[in-house]
């Protein structure tokens, strides 16, 4: 929103809580109603307090629970999250394949392979080392 948005959006909160405006407030107010006509249908609409009243009680009158209903019933019937996913048997064993399959290969390279590994990580962090050479050689 730009600032002469939030500012006719301030100066029209004063004036609906009655609140006092300065001049230049009123006159910025002033320039803007006499913009368009559809700022002065706005205005009006806004200042008239029957029409606010009505758009109140629309809202208080408001049925959640109808609402609430009518969106369920639009809504589709088949769960789209994790759990309806796993739900097929199908899938169920897939995971578990793939999951067995994960916890296999972690346990070969850590318990049945293990000098494999560690001495590759070994050689991967130390320097190669250079013997020492006599002096004039």
Known sequence: MTEKAQLIVSLLHKRINGLTLTDTEKKELEDWVS??????????????????????????????????????????????????????????????????????????????NPNTSLQQAKSEKQPAVIPDLPPGY
Do not use: C
Request: charged share 25%.
């Open 35 to 112: 913009l368009s006509e559809h700022n002065r249908r706005l205005y009006d609409e806004v200042t008239n307090s029957e029409i606010v009243q009505e758009e109140v009680k629309s809202l208080l009158n408001y049925d959640s629970k109808s609402l609430w209903k009518k969106i369920k019933s639009e809504l589709p019937s088949k769960k789209n999250n994790l759990i309806s996913f796993f739900s097929h048997r199908s899938l169920r064993y897939a995971a578990a394949a793939v999951l067995l399959i994960f916890i296999s290969t972690i346990v070969y390279i850590l318990f049945v």
